[in-house]
């Protein structure tokens, strides 16, 4: 995938139900680096992360997958739901999670990031379409590393990558159980 290419994930519709308006759709946008203000990037982060990218839409995930390893990182792994992330987490042990707030399953990305980070010490990065006000606070509650909006563009995944690694190497200000 080139940079500047779009990866639309459309909603599936019935095929008998006619309607007028078209699918609702997510639209990620990968922007090339250089970024668009003109500044020069360097290709690779402070220190290389091995992430593992928890996102319930797979061609959104791979597109992730991607990015991250085009920043010069590398994905250990792609989960699904909270119980595909901590049996991968628990066999890679990454040094972070990409993690989406809405997942396949009953339990919601934040209550799976609070549970990596509780039982394996494995800290979050929000990738999330959601901004509602209720979920910010759920989201700030389970200490995450940052969080990212979608759409999101390379070069913000790449601050946010690299602040995330700056973070890691700090000694931890809140105890490993919140």
Do not use: N, W
């Not at 982060?45 to 839409?57: A, G, I, Q």
């Not at 990596?116 to 759920?138: E, K, N, P, V, Y």
Request: negative net charge; contains cysteine; glycine residues 6%.
């Amino acid at each position: 995938m080139s940079g500047d290419e779009e990866v639309v994930v459309a909603q599936k519709t019935d095929p008998t139900h006619v309607t007028d308006r078209p699918a609702a759709r997510r639209i990620i946008t990968i922007d090339p680096i250089p970024s668009r203000c003109g500044a020069s990037l360097a290709p690779r982060s402070p220190r290389r992360l091995r992430v593992m990218v928890v996102e319930d839409e797979v061609i959104v995930a791979l597109a992730i997958k991607e990015t991250v390893e085009d920043l010069g990182h590398e994905v250990c792994g792609l989960a699904r739901s909270e119980a595909e992330a901590l049996s991968l987490a628990d066999t890679e042990r990454p040094d972070i999670a990409l993690m989406d707030v809405q997942l396949a399953g009953p339990v919601d990305g934040v209550e799976a990031a609070r549970r990596l980070r509780a039982d394996l010490g494995i800290r979050s990065l929000f990738l999330s379409g959601c901004a509602d006000h209720a979920t910010l606070a759920r989201l700030t509650a389970s200490y995450p590393l940052g969080v990212v909006h979608k759409p999101f563009s390379s070069a913000q995944l790449k601050v946010a990558l690299d602040l995330a690694s700056r973070r890691l190497r700090l000694p931890a200000a809140v105890p490993a159980g919140v």
